[in-house]
């Protein structure tokens, strides 16, 4: 049985041919949904037995005008580029990190394309103009409740932390709060999706709301039954937020986010769990005798679960899924079973190498995954564990926490005001890797900080619409 655990380090236990051709990517399919969802049509990838019956096309039209439309729709999708599908959380809990500058040339030297934020960092967005680095931003959680119980706010927060930095950085995703829906708070469950709608509205008011997605990032907490995973369930508790949730998500073409560490079900049960299954190794994997199909290890076999949960939540469409954390810790306290550069590098090189060959899930293998690992930097301040403070590929003065495989230039401004408390060997060697960044969450309320990021939209097509000339200029 696996375990899937979120990152709040509580752990959570749930109950667990036909010639040639060339599949569109998880972008590509999200463009055909989109389109198709105009032609009244229902595609779905996902290769589980209750969503195959929904692969309907439910207009009637002449065979070749339908043919003619539906290749016209998916040879548009194709002809686009291939997005990057890794990324890095970049978080800022922490008092010895380096100027965000600084982290900008380590980020070139990852050959990084995207960064998350859980707020939106001011310094951080200006740092990065010009950069053609997209970003990721969040609304913290402290927001959440305001922007649901008055739609001027969310406005205003546009014209505050988005209009100023367009288009010079380019922002293409807002995430609200993160994994409100397995806290406690009751208030926060109830405003998550109006404050999610409120900021879609706002964005469309600018004319900017096709060129940046909503959504909100969910622990794994948020599944009743997990393994296998065809047999992927929400809890029922959440059902009356997850359903209207996942149609908010289809109706904008937005992705549903997940925090997954197979990290944790290791730490939980390292007697049981077979550690090469959860780093990637070769192993003999675990079959799910519903669908007969083999994992190879503990990620895919999470995400599919989240699949089949989103699958048998009768919402209507299907939804790109995509991972917004996920990571491996270099160091821990004496109970921290697994916690090790060792297997910090392979976990995390594993997974740069699965995703760089464009590979989704056994439940859907067509669509290349979208993963975001947890994170740049080691962050000192981060409370709970050492764990918590030893997720960074990077140690705050730049040097490698352990050897995935790039070769980091050196960086000037280090502050240096805090200890990096050991993060590992530095033996950081060989070429550049391509990674995404985003940053991960901060512990100071309403203030600047941290998230994940997703989605490409160069900010050379972003027309500016007049309400954003004015904070431009």
Not at 122 to 141: C, E, K, Y
């Amino acid at each position: 049985m696996h375990r899937l655990y979120g990152r709040d380090r509580s752990l959570k236990r749930t109950n667990g041919g036909h010639g040639t051709f060339t599949m569109p990517t998880q972008k590509q399919q999200s463009l055909l949904r989109y389109k198709a969802r105009d032609l009244s049509i229902h595609l779905c990838g996902c290769h589980f037995r209750r969503c195959r019956e929904s692969f309907t096309l439910p207009i009637r039209l002449a065979g070749p005008m339908a043919l003619r439309l539906l290749l016209a729709v998916a040879v548009g999708a194709l002809a686009l580029d291939l997005a990057a599908a890794l990324g890095v959380n970049y978080g800022q809990v922490a008092d010895n990190l380096p100027s965000p500058q600084d982290a900008a040339v380590l980020l070139r030297a990852l050959k990084a394309t995207k960064v998350k934020l859980y707020d939106a960092d001011a310094r951080v967005l200006s740092a990065f103009a010009g950069s053609g680095v997209d970003f990721t931003v969040g609304v913290p959680d402290n927001l959440v409740p305001r922007l649901a119980s008055n739609p001027s706010a969310a406005a205003t927060w546009v014209r505050a932390n988005i209009l100023p930095h367009l288009p010079a950085t380019s922002i293409t995703t807002v995430t609200v709060g993160n994994e409100v829906l397995t806290g406690t708070d009751t208030t926060m469950l109830r405003s998550l999706l109006p404050a999610m709608e409120s900021l879609h509205a706002a964005l469309a008011a600018c004319n900017i709301s096709s060129h940046i997605a909503v959504t909100t990032a969910h622990s794994l907490a948020v599944l009743s039954s997990s393994f296998p995973p065809s047999s992927g369930a929400f809890r029922h508790d959440l059902l009356p937020y997850i359903t209207p949730l996942l149609s908010f998500l289809a109706k904008t073409n937005s992705p549903f986010l997940i925090n997954a560490y197979p990290y944790f079900a290791y730490k939980g049960d390292p007697g049981s769990v077979d550690l090469d299954y959860v780093l990637f190794q070769s192993n003999a994997g675990v079959l799910d005798v519903a669908t007969g199909l083999r994992y190879g290890n503990m990620l895919h076999a999470q995400v599919d679960a989240v699949r089949t949960a989103i699958c048998a939540a009768d919402y209507g469409r299907a939804v790109e899924i995509q991972v917004s954390e996920t990571g491996w810790p270099s160091q821990g306290d004496g109970d921290e079973a697994g916690a090790s550069p060792q297997n910090a590098a392979r976990y995390n090189g594993n997974l740069m190498r699965l995703v760089a060959q464009r590979k989704g899930t056994p439940g859907a293998p067509g669509e290349p995954l979208q993963v975001y690992v947890f994170a740049l930097f080691n962050e000192n301040q981060k409370p709970g564990p050492a764990s918590e403070r030893h997720y960074g590929l990077f140690k705050p003065d730049g040097t490698p926490a352990y050897d995935v495989g790039v070769k980091a230039p050196t960086i000037g401004g280090w502050k240096g005001s805090g200890n990096d408390n050991g993060n590992g060997a530095n033996n950081g060697t060989g070429g550049g890797a391509g990674l995404v960044v985003a940053e991960g969450p901060s512990e100071t309320g309403g203030g600047v900080g941290p998230g994940t990021g997703y989605y490409t939209i160069s900010s050379a097509t972003l027309k500016v619409p007049n309400c954003l000339r004015d904070y431009t200029s």
